[in-house]
């Protein structure tokens, strides 16, 4: 009992911190403004800089509003560039924990990510990032030697021990030709279906939604809306985690307590989790220990 009095005070401790820093006596700079800041004095100092480029299949600049899987939104354009201005491996550190996984996709395509972010890339829990690990030209051989030993996907572990295996342009499911349009990048709708009801079933989509870049639309049927051809399966809208490391489930819990425990103290739940986690290096698990 003693333990999780502690427990549970240290927990109090680190929201007080978290709220206090983010009162309005100090002064904090968002991320992504710190971001676009750094674009600016790059575009005023590169005659180079070309803010239109493609990685992949996928446009970095949106199209329009949708909800597809790994879209870029516009904030996150720009970020190769900074990529490939950063000078230390330390430097990579807030994108490779970045808490929305396309932030952490356009890192690993990056031909300027260090071989030691690449290498927590690869165990990751989404497909397409750890596809993407494997592709850049950065990642070393003890970086195969762990796909060898511990990929589950059974094409992209043969992947890394066989450089004629083709991973450019390739569903992460099943290594066949992305086929268009790919907004689901994967090979078929039958595909894309199989790869919504894994990640619901393993807890990496949610079937409430958190708004934003943090829900996307995918596919809810194994056949074209209809039973036309080229006409695309019907939709559904699930959650993705807003937190780095924690699951949607585990984000949802997690909101709950802070909004029963703390009521109205709160305005911003989420962002006081995402600063446990970025600020405090909290897990869920530890999260729990303290409730």
Known sequence: MKKETTA?????????EILETASPGHDELDPVLELMA?????????????????????????????????????TWVDLPHLFEHLDHPEDFAPWARYHHPTVRLMLARSPHCPPEWLAKLA??????????????????????????????????????????????????????????????????????????NQRLESGLYWAACFGGEFTWEVSASKKASGG??????????????????????EVSEAMDFLNDKYETHIADPIGTLQKLVTEKSLSYSEFCASL
């Open 228 to 249: 036309i051809p080229g006409t695309g399966p019907k939709w559904r809208l699930v959650g993705i985690s807003p937190v780095y490391g924690w699951l949607p489930k």
């Open 38 to 74: 750094t674009v600016d004095q790059l575009r005023n100092t590169s005659f180079a800089f070309m803010p239109t480029m493609t990685i992949g299949t996928t446009r970095l600049r949106r199209q329009g509003p949708t909800r597809d899987p790994f879209e870029i939104f516009d």
């Open 123 to 196: 165990q990751e829990p989404w497909e397409e990032i750890r596809l993407a690990v494997l592709a850049n030209q950065q990642t070393t051989q003890e970086i195969r030697h762990y796909f060898a030993e511990n990929e589950p996907l059974e094409w992209l572990k043969e992947a890394a021990t066989d450089p004629t295996i083709p991973l450019q342009g390739r569903c992460a499911l099943d290594g066949r030709k992305i086929k268009r349009p790919d907004r689901f990048l994967t090979c078929s709708i039958a595909c894309s279906y199989q790869q919504a």
């Open 8 to 16: 549970r005070r240290s927990l109090s401790v680190l929201i007080d």
